[in-house]
Structures are given as C-alpha cells and as structure tokens.
C-alpha cells in the first residue's frame, strides 16, 4: 500500500469512527466540511491573522476546533451575506473574533447542493465609467456610490429569484 492508499485508508476510518468536537481537523476535513477549496482556505489564513492553524512536518496544518468555527462564520459572511474580504476584515476589528462567531447562529455544515435553476435571462450590461489616471476625489465618492447603487439593484434581484 502506497503512501497515497495509506491516507485514503486512515481518512476513511477516521470519517466512519467521527472526530470528537476537540479534534483537530486537517485542511481536507475543513475543506470538505465548509465545502470549500483547500486553496481557499490557505488564502483565508493570509488575508485573516485570526486564523492560525498548527503546522507540523511536511507543513500539514492542523485547525483547532475555533479556526474552523472562524472559517465557517468567514464562509457564511463571504458567500450567503454578500461580504467583501475587506467587509469580513472590518468586522472581525471592530467586533472581535468571540462576538463574530456569537453574532449568528453557524449551522453546522453548510446547506446540501440545490439542483441548477433552469436558466434565465442574461443581466442588463451596466457601462461602467472609464476611470483614468486623473480622477478627483469626488469622481470616486461618486463612482463608489454608484457601484453601491449596483450592488443594492443585484441583491435585489437575486432575492426576486
């Protein structure tokens, strides 16, 4: 049995057996629970200093059971409320980690996969303003009121669907 078979094998029985809430997770446990790319979830680690895995040899990171709640509430901000990383960064500043993950109930894994929605009709093209080197101030006030006018008008429609 190979290396490859011999983790396939260990991943295997660990999933049958279950972790106890403690346990520390391994990036492809994360990974499959948030369902998210593990790539995603390095990148988190840069962008959030909150998040700070154990790493051991061979760089294996380990995540306690708070990095994971961290990344699911990260998660459910990003992709079901619209957060921007900068958004979520800001939060976690003015509010604290603790009172983040104390905000909203965190479900414990996120919703099963939907079956596609049937397609529908292609989005109105919005022209956006050619912004070039010389722009005041006011120019980007006002464009950034603008690109949030947009994103008001798309979660709107999104709600509709």
Known sequence: ?????????????????GKSADAFRTISEVSAELDVAQHVLRFWET??????????AGKLRYYRPDDVALLRRIRQLL????????????????????AMLDDAPIPAAPPPAQEAAPPQEPAPVVEVPDIGPDVEGA?????IQELEAVGRELRAIAQQS
Do not use: C, H, N, W
């Open 79 to 98: 992709y079901e409320e619209g957060y921007t990383i900068r958004g979520v960064q800001k939060l976690i500043r003015e509010k604290g980690v603790r």
């Open 47 to 56: 962008r959030f200093s909150q998040i700070r895995p154990l790493k051991r």
């Open 1 to 17: 049995m190979d290396d490859d078979q011999a983790g396939t094998a260990t991943l295997e029985a660990g999933e049958r057996r």
């Open 139 to 143: 120019d980007i006030a006002r464009i």
